[in-house]
């Protein structure tokens, strides 16, 4: 279901450290609710940390950049 509303293999994700930033910033976020006393807000940027890590690490096939049409 995230698969469709995410595009995981956007060749804007092949850099490493951009997909760390990613994956990291989420779950960061999710320690930081979590120790401000919001379990619910951390449950969910945990899931969203644990769907970009299968997606960005597990799964990850990056295609090609379009080429622009030059006219």
């Known amino acids: 279901m995230l698969s ?7 060749p804007f994700f ?3 450290w ?6 990291g910033l989420a779950a960061g976020w999710a320690v930081l609710e979590y120790m401000a006393g919001s379990p619910a ?4 940027f945990g899931a969203l940390a644990a769907v970009a890590f ?3 690490f597990i ?3 990056p295609r090609e ?3 622009k049409d030059r006219k």
């Open 54 to 56: 299968h997606g960005l």
């Open 14 to 16: 092949r850099p490493l």
């Open 4 to 10: 469709r509303l995410f595009d995981f293999n956007h």
């Open 41 to 44: 807000w951390a449950m969910l």
């Open 18 to 23: 951009l997909r760390v930033a990613v994956v």
């Open 59 to 61: 799964v990850f096939n």
């Open 65 to 67: 950049p379009e080429p």
